[in-house]
């Protein structure tokens, strides 16, 4: 493995919602991925009639109180993908995940990238590829996952000086990317619609 990609991405997505992990995937009205949302920011767009349209078969049912005429309960199903009413933001360009040791892990698949050694998120570190001591940048592309024994034997050197080579080249992730990889509830329809829009060249092959 010299490279990291999209393909490596290895996230089985549910088909079975549960009340308590589901997240709802957000968009804007013009189809622009936002975020992921609560079932109970969701179920807040349904009620205020804020939904402009809706992707996907309803992965979660919520009752209600009763209709005092009718003596009904109310019931609300809130699809996997909403998009909501409001602005579109056509022209925006997609965020930047913020670099964080969480989403450091998750893109390297808690894998130590020197020894391949595979971690708990209590064993890894962030290991500056290039030190910060030598000029090196706190970046995406200039940080890796590092168990505490590489990282201590890496020290303040390059990988070429410690005669550590990289298992994978640190990347930034695209904003699809990052949302695969901060949810481990994915439902089968969101899998479908994000991976559509990773970039070509790290889309999943078949």
């Known amino acids: 493995m010299d490279s990291h990609t999209a393909s490596s991405i290895d996230h089985p997505a549910c088909t079975v919602a549960d009340l308590h992990t589901t997240r709802v995937l957000s968009l804007d009205a013009g189809g622009r991925i936002l975020d992921w949302i609560s079932w109970q920011d969701a179920a807040c767009l349904y ?8 992707l ?18 109310s019931i609300l199903r809130l699809h996997p993908i909403v998009a909501s009413r409001g602005h579109c933001h056509s022209g925006a360009v997609d965020p930047s995940p913020a670099l964080s040791n ?24 962030r290991d500056h590829v290039m030190p910060l001591s030598r000029g090196g940048q706190d970046t995406w592309e ?25 298992l994978a080249i640190p990347y930034k992730p695209s904003w699809v990317e990052h949302l695969i990889l901060s949810n481990r509830n994915i439902l089968a329809d969101q899998m479908e619609f994000l991976t559509h829009h990773l970039p070509r060249d790290r889309r999943p092959t078949a």
């Open 56 to 73: 996907g078969e309803p992965c979660l049912t919520l009752h209600g109180g009763f209709r005092r005429d009718s003596g009904d309960q």
């Open 102 to 125: 969480p989403a450091l892990f998750a893109r390297d698949h808690y894998l130590c990238m020197y020894c391949g050694r595979r971690c708990t998120r209590g064993e890894l570190t």
């Open 47 to 54: 009620v205020r009639e804020a939904v402009a349209w809706t």
């Open 142 to 166: 200039n940080v890796v996952s590092a168990c505490l024994a590489c990282n201590l034997k890496k020290g303040g050197r390059s990988p070429q000086q410690a005669a550590m080579p990289l």
